[in-house]
């Protein structure tokens, strides 16, 4: 293998691993719905919550990461340009994520004070890491571009379709994090330039990376032609600056913005998930032209359940709840976080486990990856999701009738929706199948540790001609 294709397979392991710390806080948050009094004055419920979010989405940044640099040297058949500094930027990655983890579970908290927004918490969403990390973070994302787009410059003569997307999306995937610096004392105006952070950094950037990573991992174990991959690339890259900025606007519908984010927000919130569908869907028509042959079952299996379930989660969840007259109701209720989950899970979980199998074929060194133990992963991690969303998705609606149509939104409303026994039975389903969903990662992890096991049937490999690089 490559050196950076090592890195990558680093990268991937510590997703992973973090992916499982993630699930033990999100167990754990689950449980504080259903014994409030938990842990009391000891761990808490806010440091709980931001342990699984945080942890979310570092392991899934990681993962992004290492996929990219275990496909680029493929893609360009040469090694990675500074590939010793991007394994000096993933140990300091794993240190920082080290001590800030520390910091939130011994220190938890300080003084509204620069030496807090420092060195322990900045209190903003889902970027609480102190300011000290967030350096760090800017500092790995500026090394690991680098180390893109010095390689894609020196190896300028194999450039395709969709290394000139990924190079031209690392631009706002640094640019748009610098939103995680301000402290602005004006909450209207804080959470105006917030969503930026959240909305373009985390879906509409990291859309295009998953998307760059999916055609390769179609190419890669369906034999997919490069024209189709990149022709619904092309197509994602054009929705996501034009659906996806507008579609910005329904995060601003109750934050003191004007009025005409109403209409633009609401209709233009759901498109992004379109070209990952079409991609994946296009693809499987192709591949069923010669059998659906692929050397490598579980990727398959993941890669489709990655489009359509982004489709789903992120689409049709997202687009049911982000009109106005609905989001009236609905924000900030166990509804959006049914929403949350189910989006998360569709455009990012999916397409990394997805390479992790890709990874594993090519360690093993087997021609063909298949077995029952993966079967098995899948089938608890998928029910144990769709489970949690829609036990979610029972508490928010319960939340939204009984709490803000009937209710008021008034503080006695949100105390007896608190007890209604749909709000408590939704949230009891949401640790049952959390519990499960945890299944579902020991099984995974134990598959992807174990010898690799041959396909039932072997299957030929994919055709080579199509995953060789041409010219864009």
């Known amino acids: 293998m490559y050196e950076a294709q090592k890195l990558g397979i680093k990268y991937l392991t510590a997703a992973a691993t973090l992916f499982g710390v993630m699930i033990i806080f999100g167990l754990l948050s689950s449980l504080y719905y259903l014994f409030p009094g938990m842990l009391y004055n000891i761990f808490d419920f806010n440091m709980s919550k931001t342990m699984h979010i945080d942890t979310l989405v570092i392991w899934i940044l990681m993962g992004l990461m290492g996929a990219i640099y275990y496909y680029l040297p493929k893609e360009l058949e040469q090694e990675v340009v500074g590939v010793k500094i991007g394994n000096v930027a993933f140990w300091v990655f794993c240190v920082s994520v080290a001590l800030v983890a520390i910091t939130f579970l011994f220190v938890q908290m300080g003084q509204a004070n620069e030496f807090s927004l420092w060195f322990i918490n900045q209190g903003r969403k889902y970027v609480e890491a102190p300011r000290w990390a967030a350096v760090g973070i800017t ?25 000139w997307v990924l190079c031209l999306d690392l631009i706002p995937l640094v640019v ?21 952070l959240v909305h373009m950094w985390v879906e509409s950037t990291w ?112 687009f049911m709840m982000t009109l106005p007259q609905i989001n009236m109701f609905s924000h900030g209720t166990q509804w959006t976080a049914s929403h949350g989950h189910f989006a998360f899970y569709g455009a990012y979980v999916c397409g990394i486990i997805a390479v992790l199998y890709v990874a594993k074929q090519k360690v093993a060194g087997v021609p063909t990856l298949g077995g029952h133990r993966w079967k098995w992963a899948y089938g608890l991690l998928n029910i144990g999701m769709v489970g949690m969303v829609m036990g979610l998705l029972l508490a928010g609606m319960a939340q939204a009738f009984f709490e803000r149509a009937a209710g008021g939104s008034t503080l006695m409303a949100y105390t007896i ?26 099984v995974l992890v134990i598959d992807l540790l174990k010898k690799a096991v041959p396909q039932e049937k072997t299957a030929p490999a994919p055709i080579v001609a199509h995953a060789q690089p041409e010219p864009a």
């Open 176 to 196: 748009v994090y610098l939103d995680a610096y301000p402290a602005d004392t004006n909450i209207s105006r804080d959470l105006y330039w917030w969503w930026w």
């Open 417 to 442: 929706a608190s007890e209604n026994p749909w709000f408590t039975s939704g949230l009891w389903a949401r640790t049952g199948f959390g519990l499960l969903f945890a299944a579902g990662y020991v």
């Open 207 to 318: 859309e295009v990376l998953i998307g760059c990573i999916m055609a390769w991992v179609l190419m890669d174990v369906m034999g997919t032609s490069r024209k189709i991959v990149e022709a619904w690339l092309y197509i994602e890259v054009m929705l996501v600056l034009g659906a996806g900025i507008l579609g910005l606007g329904h995060h601003y519908f109750w934050i003191g913005t004007p009025d005409y984010w109403l209409s633009i927000g609401g209709f233009f919130s759901a498109l992004e998930p379109l070209p990952l569908l079409g991609m994946v869907v296009h693809a499987t028509y192709d591949a069923g032209m010669h059998r659906l042959q692929t050397a490598n079952r579980p990727a398959y299996y993941w890669i489709t359940t990655e489009a359509f379930l982004n489709f789903i989660g992120a689409g049709i969840w997202g």
């Open 139 to 163: 500092a790995i994302m500026l090394a690991f571009s680098w180390n893109i787009i010095a390689t894609c410059v020196k190896a300028k003569h194999k450039m395709t379709g969709i290394l």
